[in-house]
């Protein structure tokens, strides 16, 4: 019913025992908020990035930076928020973190923000982020 993404910028004793949880089934996840639909949305891209990439998927936390990204693969050196919109309170979040970390972690090529139905290109510095919505997010392999 649950699995678990770890922080890939935490120690290893750390990052075992401060997991984030996310529900294998929406349904369930309906029952609990009463403000559902960004969780929901949240919980869509980690169930699909769970079924690709199983343990190969972390979100990225640090206090040093100050780095806040909800999901990181490794294996396609992606970056992924998830936010319902990007609008004028959102943008400085979501962007702000996706650029700080691509200037700080070498890693990373790949930004993306997966939107309830946005879609666009967002070029800041010398960094581009997709606006991607998620339905197409979901067909993407």
Do not use: C
């Amino acid at each position: 019913m649950l699995f678990s993404t770890k922080n890939y910028f935490a120690k290893f004793s750390e990052r075992e025992s401060n997991p984030k949880y996310y529900f294998t089934d929406n349904g369930i996840l309906n029952l609990f908020y009463l403000d559902k639909l960004p969780a929901l949305l949240e919980n869509l891209v980690a169930i699909k990035l769970h079924n690709k990439y199983q343990e190969n998927l972390f979100y990225l936390k640090s206090q040093k930076t100050g780095i806040d990204i909800d999901f990181y693969v490794p294996a396609s050196k992606t970056a992924i928020q998830v936010a319902w919109e990007v609008n004028d309170t959102s943008k400085e979040r979501e962007v702000g973190n996706l650029i700080k970390l691509a200037d700080n972690f070498d890693e990373v090529e790949n930004l993306i923000i997966v939107t309830h139905g946005e879609e666009a290109e967002i070029q800041q510095k010398d960094k581009i982020i997709q606006l991607m919505p998620l339905y197409k997010f979901l067909l993407m392999r």
